[in-house]
């Protein structure tokens, strides 16, 4: 841009500014015409002299209404109010109104100069000349045309830079009365735009839907996320931590220690999660909402409750970065002058966020404030690139622009991080100097989990239960095994008899329950997608066996619906895969027997199932085809038996989670090639190329395997 | 809360009101001065959009009747307010 250029538009910005200050001079004098008026008209006084008031009053009101002059401006009390609203509904204007329309003109004018693409566009000046004029349906059809040539993506970041003009422009000169006062705040720059521009509904009204206390859980970063952690503290570091995060609902706390041994502390919150407007996470739409608009929000109290979990020692610094929405929470908590109190607040970083109208509690801390005028975020406070007002004369503010219009890239992290690092070297380095306190090495790192309000322990109540130690020959684990999520297939096969008395033989158990003549046997299948011993896949082969002390096989149907702590009958083991070492460890523990370690594929999508059991080079089985049909069923517990170095061990997996019943799958299982023994078992059983009878599927469930139970059956 | 004028100082408070008008009337002068003003500056500058004349002339024309019907408004409340008083 040309010096000329640059004149031009700090003399329009100028004029704007000028303009403000006469239509809020001609605001105050309607306000005194108005108040004469109420006042004069009292009835006491009024047949006093009733002739002389009558001539007053007259006058008075042509005053407030005279089209030529004041306008329509009736303002200031229940009575001058009410009649400006009405008048608004009526299409009235006031001079006021006028003037501060043409400062808004000007201002547009001014970012016109400095975005040639405005003023060279003929749908955008169709736009904001339509707007200017009052001619409503003229607006809206040059928003559609635009719309329909450009999408919503390149219309909104063209718009972007006199985004908050155009919408207060329409605002002041509409029929809607309930809009008048964001667009006057926007038009005077005296505040936070109080309501939606177009509709009116105030944005405390939405944001009072954003509500809770705040809660914030430490998480691990995965690994890969911490060998990408900045190790020095730098005004890009800290960024790049937030692109890292990304908006996953976390944020993230360093210490950074210099040379001198000082440690300081950096919050870095990033911006708005994409997903539900309103889940259980601050950093919702509905959260980055309130954080803009809100002094305090759910957000802000979250990161409060991080801070004070990360136990920053009173006195020690602390500096505040963040982005987008985070950039309006980092500033809630600069302004909260209890926070400040306990902790010494001396940076403040923000990134593409709408902060204009938030002041920190103590003006010693420094605030940074980096915008692109396309980025249309930061301007959702009403204040963006045509802004006319120097709201921060003590602020470090950077408003910029770059070739990239296109919204939402211009207002990522790593298209910030990028105009930081190649175009803004200046804007950088002065951040630098400023944040050279913590500049320092990296010395603690910790993540957070946000949250609207404390979160339940994950599976409670079900999984909240009492835990201990036990000891493997990998080490120790923890018990019971608890599996906040999994899915799970059980196949009943008719198998052969004789081939299930031979495995059955001298456990004490059995005989296999018969169905037909033929004996029941199950595999099982589940993939334990999150437990406390990671996610981890399982199959077992077994033999549906009685009550191992009332034999008789006719009573085992009742009983194989019931919970495990009331059920007799079971599944005689009869060989198990599962694909973790941990949990190979442990399985001696948990069910009895050495499980074989082999990879193992559990997918059931739907409504048809594929479970793999070893490599394609040594498959043991192949269970794949549809479901078919079925009913729901609550998830059934499971029960089996096992033998381990001479007794009988009965363990149990209780399970919480809708099942259903499949009752004519179309599902074959497929014996592989592998050496593996429990190739040659379900060949011997006859299940190579079977149906199943039956089969039980589970899409999500929660689980609780404890150890198992040593149990007399010989 | 504003007293009402059929209160026994009403005569004081509607001159008191008379004095505002008074001097609203001279701040629209002035405002009308500093339109010019604005204007004349973008015109040299080079800067002023081709509709500023024309609606700065509106805003001036505007503020002139305001301040005319301030004027009279102002007349007749100070009469009201001597007709109170006597």
Request: charged content about 20%; proline content about 4%; aromatic content about 6%.
């Given at each position: 841009m040309s010096g000329r250029s640059r004149d031009h538009a700090a003399l329009l910005r100028a004029a704007a500014c000028e303009l403000v200050d006469i239509g809020v001079t001609i605001h105050e004098v309607s306000t005194h015409a108005t108040t004469a008026l109420t006042e004069s008209a009292a009835p006491g006084a009024v047949v006093r002299?009733?002739?002389?008031?009558?001539?007053?009053?007259?006058?008075?009101?042509?005053?407030?209404?005279?089209v030529q002059g004041l306008g329509y401006a009736f303002t200031g009390g229940p009575l001058g109010s009410l009649a400006a609203r009405l008048g608004v509904l009526g299409g009235a204007?006031?001079?006021?109104?006028?003037?501060?329309?043409?400062?808004?003109?000007?201002?547009?004018?001014?970012?016109?100069?400095?975005?040639?693409?405005?003023?060279?566009d003929p749908m955008l000046t169709r736009l904001v000349e339509a707007a200017a004029a009052d001619r409503d349906l003229e607006a809206v059809r040059a928003l559609r045309a635009l719309f329909k040539d450009r999408g919503a993506v390149r219309t909104l970041s063209t718009l972007a830079p006199i985004f908050g003009e155009v919408l207060a422009l329409r605002a002041l000169l509409d029929e809607n009365p309930f809009n008048d006062e964001a667009a006057w705040l926007i038009a005077t720059g005296r505040g936070f735009a109080s309501a939606d521009p177009i509709t009116g509904l105030g944005n405390r009204a939405v944001a009072v839907l954003d509500t809770g206390e705040g809660a914030a859980r430490r998480v691990d970063l995965a690994t890969v996320e911490s060998v990408r952690l900045s190790q020095r503290g730098s005004l890009l570091g800290f960024l790049r931590n937030i692109g890292l995060l990304g908006t996953t609902g976390r944020v993230l706390i360093q210490s950074v220690e210099d040379d001198e041994g000082t440690t300081r502390h950096v919050v870095q919150a990033p911006g708005m999660r994409v997903g539900l407007p309103d889940d259980n996470s601050p950093q919702d739409l509905?959260?980055?909402f309130s954080s803009a608009v809100l002094d305090s929000s759910p957000y802000s109290r979250a990161l409060i409750r991080a801070v004070e979990d990360y136990g920053v020692p009173r006195g020690e610094e602390l500096a505040l970065i963040g982005h987008s929405a985070g950039g309006a929470a980092v500033m809630n908590l600069v302004q909260d002058a209890a926070f400040c109190a306990r902790h010494t607040v001396t940076h403040v970083v923000s990134v593409g966020a709408p902060i204009d109208f938030k002041r920190p509690a103590d003006p010693r801390v420094r605030v940074a404030s980096v915008t692109n005028q396309h980025d249309i975020i930061p301007t959702l406070d009403g204040q963006g690139a045509g802004t006319?007002?120097?709201l921060h004369p003590d602020w470090y503010v950077i408003d910029y622009f770059d070739p990239t219009h296109l919204f939402p890239r211009c207002h990522s992290m790593e298209h910030y991080i990028a105009n930081l690092a190649d175009d803004l070297p200046e804007a950088r380095e002065r951040i630098d100097a400023e944040l050279a306190p913590y500049r320092g090495r990296v010395v603690r790192s910790q993540a957070y989990q946000l949250f609207d309000r404390a979160p339940r322990p994950e599976g409670f109540p079900f999984l909240t239960v009492p835990?201990?130690?036990?000891?493997?020959?990998?080490?120790?684990?923890?018990?019971?095994?608890?599996?906040?999520?999994?899915?799970?297939?059980?196949?009943?096969?008719?198998?052969?008899?004789?081939?299930?008395?031979?495995?059955?033989?001298?456990?004490?158990?059995?005989?296999?329950?018969?169905v037909g003549g033929?004996?029941?046997?199950?595999?099982?299948?589940?993939?334990?997608?999150?437990?406390?011993?990671?996610?981890?896949?399982?199959?077992?082969?077994?033999?549906?066996?009685p009550d191992p002390w009332r034999s008789r096989s006719i009573r085992v149907w009742p009983d194989l619906p019931r919970g495990a702590d009331r059920r007799r009958s079971g599944s005689f083991l009869a060989g198990s895969v599962v694909d973790t070492a941990v949990v190979r460890a442990v399985a001696p523990r948990l069910w009895g027997g050495e499980p074989y370690?082999?990879?193992?594929?559990?997918?059931?999508?739907?409504?048809?199932?594929?479970?793999?059991?070893?490599?394609?080079?040594?498959?043991?089985?192949?269970l794949t085809g549809s479901l078919g049909p079925w009913v729901p069923a609550s998830d059934r517990d499971l029960v089996a038996y096992a033998r381990h170095e001479g007794a009988t061990l009965r363990s149990c997996v209780r399970t919480r989670g809708l099942g259903r019943v499949h009752l004519a799958p179309r599902v074959r299982l497929v014996v592989g090639r592998s050496a593996n023994p429990l190739t040659g078992r379900l060949r011997e059983l006859g299940l190579d190329g079977a149906r199943p009878l039956l089969c039980l599927s589970t899409i999500t469930r929660r689980t609780l395997q404890e150890a198992c139970v040593p149990v007399r059956t010989v | 809360m504003p007293s009402s004028p059929d209160k026994p100082d009403a005569p004081q408070r509607i001159a008191a009101r008379v004095e505002l008008l008074r001097s609203d009337v001279r701040r629209l002068a002035d405002c009308a001065e500093r339109l010019r003003r604005i204007e004349a500056e973008l015109e040299e500058g080079g800067a002023a959009p081709p509709w500023l004349r024309e609606s700065v002339r509106a805003h001036l024309d505007a503020c002139a009747v305001a301040a005319a019907d301030l004027t009279e408004a102002e007349a007749r409340l100070s009469r009201y307010a001597e007709r109170l008083g006597g």
């Open positions: 002299a009733p002739a002389v008031a009558y001539r007053a009053e007259r006058a008075l009101l042509r005053a407030v209404t005279n204007e006031s001079l006021t109104v006028r003037v501060l329309a043409t400062s808004l003109r000007l201002r547009i004018a001014a970012a016109a100069v400095e975005h040639p693409e405005l003023r060279d509905l959260g980055a006319c007002f120097d835990t201990y130690l036990a000891e493997t020959r990998d080490g120790s684990v923890e018990l019971p095994v608890r599996c906040q999520d999994g899915g799970s297939l059980t196949a009943y096969f008719a198998a052969d008899p004789a081939a299930t008395a031979a495995l059955l033989v001298s456990t004490g158990l059995g005989p296999a329950v018969r033929r004996a029941l046997v199950a595999v099982h299948a589940s993939w334990n997608r999150r437990t406390s011993l990671g996610e981890y896949h399982e199959a077992h082969l077994g033999v549906v066996v370690v082999m990879p193992v594929e559990f997918d059931l999508t739907g409504g048809a199932v594929r479970v793999t059991v070893g490599e394609l080079t040594d498959r043991v089985l192949t | -």
